[in-house]
């Protein structure tokens, strides 16, 4: 077991005090160019949030050199840390886990999954794997004996248990002789030891098992809900659905929930719970039209009865994202284009975001909010919610506090020179008590995007965390070491303590959303989108527009 993580200056007493009382292959160089470079925007600076120091929760690898033996090469960015997700345990709120992929390679997936586990509020962490891959045990009769995993995704239940999933491969997807499975793996000590892996699902090369989640039913601590798109070499990708109703004991085998049909697959879905136990499944859609054009919405469906039974889709909106890429040079940042994020408020309100270009008419990607207070039957049209739409803004995450502030997080480039070499990047927070009123922070220092690993684009995850321990929002992220090519990247958490909004010695600034609908993509502003999704699939799936265009 690694040795705890121990913040020397320590996090605040308050925000404990507030948790426990209120609470595939590639080249490995760069491609050519593929997105029009976007003119530089004025510089702008955002006051840093009233908060605790932020704590790195990563390390060092656990895991040893040449550990994966496996055969799908390219450059191992060892020590480097990406895609975090995190979570809080409902009965002990200064109890969090969170979850990343480490040692990620430039052809995709990672040696393993890492846990951080507080059990203070956040003043020490632990670290620990579960035995998906060859690197973290998963050769030993412990797990999976696969190669390289990713997608990580953790959840607690009512009573207390975690679970966190991945999806782990041997060998290229639908390659001859690989193997996919999405595997769970359950916690009964709050993070502190994880248990062997359940196979939800396992299959060869006719299909791949793609970018799932895990949620645990916060009503019933019996159920436990997974899902993820399943992209058959044939064509389609319907979503797919696991759960036990024994709280981890066994899980039912995995079955299609919504099939779009063999031209169309889903992406990205994410289940939520309605306080009244109705459940709710977001996910993206992409379809193929006339002359080959890929467009994607974003749909919902729902289940009354604990997932037995799924209705049909409701449509969210459009999805018009371009994807984010360095100004100067064009190089792309591999973002969460394509991708949705949605919470469930106490009141039973829903609030999705993603990242779409329809507010500059195709010119950059802002940051797009949809709302829901019919449980998901009806959503407002998008607004954008950052506050500097000269720039490019991507991947969201969005969480509801128990008193029903809107946090969302998302980073962007307001702090971007002119200088080619570097690429200044900051995570923001925003928070709203309304959704039409906002004030933003600046989360991060200033940290150089060019340093993160390249896989095929600039990547330190398609997603991040954003939770809450009662009224505490905690954001888990990922930022550069900029320059530090031994250790490009780790993960951070820290507690915002921010003081009521619209408070004067904050500084943050405020705005309200423009109510006016953006107009209807044309069809040059179309076509963007359309290079923009091939370019996201082909970096999740080699080979996804090829074999698109060839069926």
């Known amino acids: 077991m ?47 949030l009233i908060s605790d120091t932020p704590v790195r929760i990563s390390g060092d690898t656990p895991f040893a050199i040449n550990c994966t033996g496996g055969s799908l090469g390219g450059t191992e960015y060892r020590n480097a840390e990406v895609e975090p997700f995190a979570a809080v345990n409902p009965i002990n709120a200064a109890n969090i886990v969170a979850v990343w992929q480490q040692d990620r390679w430039s052809t995709g997936l990672s040696n393993g ?52 999933m991945a999806l782990a491969t041997e060998g290229a997807a639908l390659a001859p002789g690989s193997v996919n499975a999405m595997l769970v793996s359950r916690s009964i000590d709050s993070g502190r030891t994880w248990q062997n892996p ?78 009244n136990g109705t459940l709710l499944n977001l996910f993206t859609q992409l379809d193929e039209g006339a002359g080959g054009r890929v467009t994607a919405t974003l749909n919902v469906i729902h289940s009354g009865d604990k997932g037995a039974t799924w209705s049909a889709a409701t449509r969210v909106a459009d999805l018009l994202p371009i994807g984010a890429s360095d100004p100067e040079t064009a190089t792309p940042v591999r973002d969460g284009a394509g991708l949705a994020q949605f919470a469930v408020a106490p009141n039973g309100h829903l609030f999705a975001v993603w990242q779409d270009a ?34 490019q803004a991507f991947t969201p995450s969005v969480r509801v506090r128990a008193n029903g502030t809107i946090g969302v997080t998302y980073y962007d480039f307001r702090s971007n020179t002119p200088d080619p070499a570097t690429l200044p990047t900051e995570l923001v927070f925003a928070r709203s008590a309304d959704g039409l009123t906002w004030q933003e922070n600046r989360l991060t220092p200033t940290f150089d995007m060019a340093t993160a690993p390249f896989a095929r684009g600039l990547f330190i995850g398609d997603y991040h ?41 904050n500084g943050g600034p405020i705005f309200r959303v423009a109510g006016v609908p953006a107009p209807r993509p044309d069809p040059s502003f179309q076509q963007r989108v359309h290079e923009a999704l091939l370019r996201t699939m082909d970096r999740r799936f080699p080979g996804w527009s090829q074999r698109l265009m060839s069926r």
């Open 2 to 48: 690694t040795k705890p993580i121990v913040n020397r200056r320590s996090l605040s007493t308050l925000w404990v005090a507030a948790c426990v009382t209120s609470c595939g292959g590639g080249s490995d160089a760069p491609p050519p160019p593929a997105i029009p470079p976007v003119p530089p925007a004025p510089v702008m600076v955002l006051p840093a």
């Open 113 to 164: 999954v890492v846990a951080a586990t507080t059990l203070d509020g956040g003043a020490t962490w632990t670290r620990t794997t579960a035995p998906f891959t060859r690197c973290a045990g998963g050769n030993t009769g412990n797990g999976g004996n696969y190669e390289r995993a990713t997608d990580p995704w953790i959840t607690f239940s009512p009573n207390g248990n975690a679970f966190q």
């Open 198 to 275: 359940s196979t939800l699902i396992r299959d060869g090369s006719l299909f791949f098992n793609d970018k799932n989640t895990i949620t645990a039913d916060p009503l019933d601590a019996n159920y436990v809900y997974a899902v993820w798109d399943r992209l058959a070499a044939s064509g389609g990708g319907p979503a797919v659905f696991a759960r036990t109703t024994d709280g981890g004991n066994t899980w039912e085998g995995a079955r299609s929930i919504f099939d779009s049909g063999p031209r169309s697959q889903t992406l990205g879905n994410l289940i939520g719970v309605l306080p």
């Open 358 to 391: 329809r507010f500059s008419g195709g010119a950059r990607d802002g940051i797009a909010m949809s709302r829901s207070i019919d449980g998901g039957m009806t959503w407002s049209a998008p607004v954008q919610i950052n506050s500097a739409p000269a720039v």
């Open 465 to 505: 965390a954003l939770t809450s321990a009662n009224n505490v929002f905690v954001p888990v992220y990922v930022r550069t070491n900029s320059g530090n090519a031994a250790n490009r990247t780790d993960v951070f958490a820290v507690p915002l303590r921010a003081p009521p909004l619209a408070a004067a010695d």
